[in-house]
């Protein structure tokens, strides 16, 4: 049960990525989902998560140590 509940998570996240990184792609190089074959599906799915990387940390961490000046 454990299993299957890591796989549907794995399948929702992966169709999350594969949609954002179909949407990055240009609206004049999208191909149909019909003929999407295995080459695309892994590219459209690396583009995706290279936008998701794209957005970068999401905390601040300072760059030097508490109270120091920068002047």
Do not use: N
């Not at 299957?4 to 594969?18: H, R, Y």
């Not at 599906?41 to 990387?53: D, F, P």
């Amino acid at each position: 049960m454990d299993l299957l509940i890591l796989f549907m998570i794995a399948v929702m996240f992966s169709t999350i990525v594969f949609f954002i990184g179909r949407y990055a792609c240009p609206k004049h190089d999208r191909v149909p989902l019909i003929e999407v074959d295995h080459v695309l599906l892994w590219t459209t799915l690396r583009r995706g998560w290279h936008v998701l990387g794209s957005f970068g940390p999401l905390t601040h961490y300072p760059d030097g140590p508490a109270g120091a000046s920068h002047a």
